[in-house]
């Protein structure tokens, strides 16, 4: 995610960490070039002038802007549904935090509050590697030495084969649960209320899945960016006759609208990968992990800073 002040003056032309410009560059440089062409030969394709009105182009501009704008809002709810769900995860887990602190007898507390052989840390901790493990899922990676760091050597060895690595946790979250009932820890009603936390983060996570697993419709993006690409293209026909010499100014300005409204699309299409303009899951699962470490009294690592402006 790109975090900075919006620029201003000369710097918003030339700002490009975060832009889109990258991307769509060499498609805009072979679209001015075809301008350019075209404004020089004035519409003429080997000795045969291709003739064509503004007419066609303001028929099918306005439409496509329409549609480019709605395919931009159905990725930018994909988008905030994701930080939303995040949020969600950040929010559940502070109350896991606190819940496990307040209503689990501490009795036979460790000395050092970090040690997993106390219940309470354990489920804590796993907490802070769940989140990590659905952060790498969402970003197809293994895990990695944070997961590892906060599971007992056993657990972790168990975790490298499981299918569902969030899902492991939480099932081994549910069974350390279900001990403390059994052993008197906790009373069953007030148990109840961690369960509900629980199968909040499940559901949050499940959810998260949802938006990685299902993109927006191939068949209906392939038409936006053929119609785009068409549209840009042939647009220097339908203005040479017109306005002459700035042709490839205008057709450069259209073209790097069209072009960059259709590649934001496809950029929070999928919120949770490593593109410039994605969630920052590294330093949300940071945020969890000070917080979670700090109500059980450890020192936790920094947060995460931006750098160049990007916080991943």
Known sequence: MIVRDRPSGASLFLALHGSVLPRILPALLVNIAIATLVTWSHGDLFQLKITLTTIPFTLIGLPLSIFLGFRNNAAYDRFWEGRKLWGELLLRSRNMARQCLSLIDPRALPAGAAQLGDVRVRLLHRTIAFNHTVRQLLRELPPDGAV?????????????????????????????????????R????????????????????????????????????????????LYCFLLPFGLVDSIGFMTPFVVAIVAYTFFGLDALGDEIEEPFGLDSNDLPLDAICRAIEIEVRAALGEAGPAPLQPVNFCLT
């Open 186 to 229: 906790i009373d069953p009603c007030l148990a109840a209320s961690i369960d509900s936390t629980l199968s909040a983060l499940t559901s949050a996570a499940a959810s998260c899945e949802r938006i990685r697993n299902t993109p927006v419709p191939f068949s209906y993006t392939l038409l936006l960016h053929r119609t785009a690409y």
């Open 148 to 184: 590892q760091a906060c599971l007992l050597p056993d657990e972790w060895q168990r975790l490298q084969s499981a299918p569902h690595k969030p899902d492991f946790l939480m099932q081994q979250m549910g069974q350390d649960l279900g001990l403390c009932i059994r052993d008197g």
